[in-house]
């Protein structure tokens, strides 16, 4: 098969593909419709293209797919997939059911550099970056399953294994793509990616010209905390991490989300809370509080009571605040979990 798969090309990529071949650009437009609305697996399938195209394109281009290795449903409909590469690397992609739709959440790299101390992809280093066509993959296949059962994939979230700034142009492509009118169509505000703090990257993305929203793993509101978990922080400390957030609310006006994973006796008193109001109270933000799903770390979960005297105390100094809610409990849902369990059991066939 021919190793350069059409699910890497933007529209405009495909564009200069065919403006190369003297042949006119709307063409770019029909194949999209035949990858993304009517589906083909095969260039000769898509309806409007004439043989000679259909030729171009077979000899160009190969439509690939992603093998399902596993696929588990929790009780709340929380559905994760188990997929493998073509190079046999494993990747997670989830789907959850949220009361406003149908939301994915991709992996963005085979395993991830970061380090965070409390998570299970962090302990892992990065293999490699995963390209368009297989972020875009994830999204579709689900579509696909989806689609038999009358649903489509609303909403989209680049918050699964991997650091999405580390692989930059991959995800942007990756957006450009998903959110294209003529591509899977996902509007830019159903959209959400996720960093632990890359302040040059966040600079970048508040440039670019969709209006993405862009979520923060903060989870530690001083620097000596958030260095001692994140190593991140000492490159680009909360100071330089806030104003880039500035920056990025300046440039879209979308508000920005902080996540902040609840630890017992690390991250959760009130003193804690207090600094997390200082550091974010003259931004446009929403504070995501985050129960812990322990992974092999000596650390865990904050109790209820404290989780909502921590709550209470942001809403009381006007935070806009979210308890997030679980999903999927009863698969193992905690990032990487299910691809960690598989490598181990392959390893002892
Ligand atoms: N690298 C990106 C996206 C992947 S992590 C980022 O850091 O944002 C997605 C989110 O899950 C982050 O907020 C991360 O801090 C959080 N997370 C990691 N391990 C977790 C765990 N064990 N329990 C709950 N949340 C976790």
Redesign the pocket.
């Known amino acids: 098969m021919i190793d350069n798969c059409i699910y890497n090309y933007t529209r405009s990529n495909l564009e200069d593909f065919f403006i190369s071949h003297n042949l006119q650009k709307y063409r770019s437009t029909q194949v999209y419709e035949g990858l993304y609305s009517q589906k083909v697996k095969d260039f000769n399938d898509i309806n409007n293209l004439n043989k000679d195209v259909k030729k171009l394109l077979c000899d160009n281009f190969s439509i690939k797919e992603l093998k399902l290795v596993k696929k588990l449903e929790a009780s709340d409909g929380t559905t994760k997939f188990l997929f493998e590469l073509e190079d046999g690397n494993l990747i997670e992609t989830v789907l959850m059911i949220q009361n406003y739709g149908y939301s994915v959440c991709i992996t963005?790299q085979v395993g991830?550099n970061?380090g965070?101390k409390?998570?299970?992809?962090?302990t892992t280093k990065k293999i490699r970056n995963l390209e368009v066509y297989e972020m875009l993959l994830q999204v579709l296949t689900i579509d696909n399953y989806l689609q038999e059962k009358g649903k489509r994939v609303s909403h989209v979230v680049?918050?699964?294994?991997?650091?999405?700034f580390d692989n930059f142009d991959n995800v942007m492509n990756f957006i450009n793509v998903i959110n294209d009118a003529k591509g899977l169509a996902i509007g830019a505000r159903h959209i959400t990616v996720?960093?632990?703090?890359l302040v040059d990257k966040i600079i970048e993305f508040s440039n670019f010209p969709l209006q993405v929203n862009l979520?923060?793993?903060l989870?530690f509101a001083k620097n000596e905390k958030r260095d001692l978990y994140m190593p991140i922080n000492k490159r680009y400390k909360l100071k330089e991490l806030i104003e880039a957030c500035k920056y990025y609310f300046d440039k879209t006006n979308r508000r920005l989300t902080f996540?902040y994973?609840l630890l017992d006796g690390v991250n959760d008193g009130l003193n804690d809370a207090k600094d997390l109001v200082n550091l974010v109270k003259d931004l446009n933000c929403y504070v995501n509080l985050?129960?812990?799903?322990?992974?092999s770390h000596n650390l865990k979960r904050t109790t209820e009571i404290r989780r909502d005297e921590f709550f209470n105390y942001l809403v009381s100094n006007h935070i806009n605040a979210i308890v997030r809610k679980e999903h999927g409990t009863d698969i193992d849902a905690?990032?990487?979990q299910l691809r960690v369990n598989t490598i181990k059991e392959r390893s002892n066939d």
């Open positions: 963005s991830c970061m965070c409390f998570c299970a992809s962090g680049v918050m699964g294994i991997g650091e999405p996720s960093t632990c703090g979520a923060i793993s989870h996540e994973i985050i129960p812990y799903n322990s992974t905690a990032c990487g």
